[in-house]
């Protein structure tokens, strides 16, 4: 049995780029996680690790990150790294342009999504959906969501496309989610999506830092991020206003062969 750790980044309205990133390993490897993780809390002398907090200016008072130094800001973060690191199988992000997502035909985010992260956790699962071919990789995934409110669009979208890809023999088999295999749950309770708000966190920096460029930059990445991608397993993606265009053209031609899309999600 594989879990899947989602969480988000950039979904505030301040920001330009929204993040959807998770963490994908086997029960045993999130057993060891989890052990590991929690014998670094103790040590060091955290509760829960938000990556928001751990960066945000001292005088903002989020303890107990606004009491360490640099020293030992860096010794904490490199080793919940390595946690990471040494039992995930492989992770994996997608980062979406508010704007550019905003302006493509309303019968594309009517199909896809009209929330930016939705689009980019469909994307991302259709990442996972290449590892599991790639890897012949036939066991289900649980799918666990970082917490939004029953309320929330963003925990609606996700939860109409897990159901519609749960009940379908042949998705279901293709993504490995069962009825029922997916949840939302809270960072504080599930240690994984600690993790995962890390990798989406490093990768929202990231990109604001290389979407002016239109392509990936190696001697732009933070320290913080190279050690999670240095040697790993990781799949990551973003898309530029082009990509986008080619994606809605490749939908059209679709739509030709097969007929229009299916609204999933009506104009709000």
Same mark, same amino acid.
């Given at each position: ?112 999504? !009209? $929330?930016?992260? *939705?689009?980019?956790? +469909?994307?991302?699962?259709?990442? &996972?959906? @290449?590892?599991?071919? %790639? =890897? ?10 970082? !917490? $939004?409110?029953? *309320?929330?669009?963003? +925990?609606?979208?996700?939860?109409? &496309?897990? @159901?519609?890809?749960? %009940? =379908? ?100």
């Amino acid at each position: 049995m594989f879990t899947a750790y989602f969480d988000d980044s950039g979904t505030s309205a301040n920001s330009k780029i929204a993040i959807a990133a998770c963490y994908i390993s086997t029960k045993r490897g999130w057993d060891g996680f989890v052990e590991a993780w929690d014998h670094a809390r103790w040590e060091e002398g955290f509760g829960c690790f938000h990556m928001a907090e751990f960066v945000a200016p001292r005088e903002q008072e989020h303890k107990p990150f606004c009491d360490w130094d640099n020293t030992k800001k860096s010794h904490v973060y490199s080793r919940l790294a390595k946690i990471i690191n040494e039992n995930k199988r492989i992770g994996i992000a997608s980062a979406v342009p508010k704007k550019i997502w905003d302006n493509t035909p309303e019968r594309i985010r009517q199909h896809y999504g !009209w $929330e930016h992260y *939705t689009f980019a956790v +469909r994307m991302c699962m259709m990442r &996972i959906l @290449d590892w599991r071919k %790639k =890897n012949l990789i036939s066991l289900p995934i649980q799918y666990v969501f970082d !917490w $939004e409110m029953n *309320t929330s669009e963003k +925990r609606k979208e996700i939860s109409l &496309i897990c @159901d519609l890809l749960s %009940k =379908n023999e042949n998705s279901s088999r293709l993504f490995g989610i069962e009825p029922g295999g997916y949840g939302f749950q809270h960072r504080l309770d599930v240690k994984p999506l600690q993790a995962a708000d890390i990798l989406a966190w490093q990768m929202r920096c990231h990109m604001e830092k290389i979407f002016p460029l239109g392509h990936d930059d190696n001697s732009l990445l933070h320290d913080g991020f190279r050690v999670l991608r240095a040697d790993q397993e990781m799949d990551l993606g973003f898309f530029n206003e082009e990509q986008i265009q080619a994606f809605v053209k490749l939908n059209d031609e679709e739509e030709i062969k097969r007929g229009p899309l299916p609204v999933h999600y009506p104009k709000k």
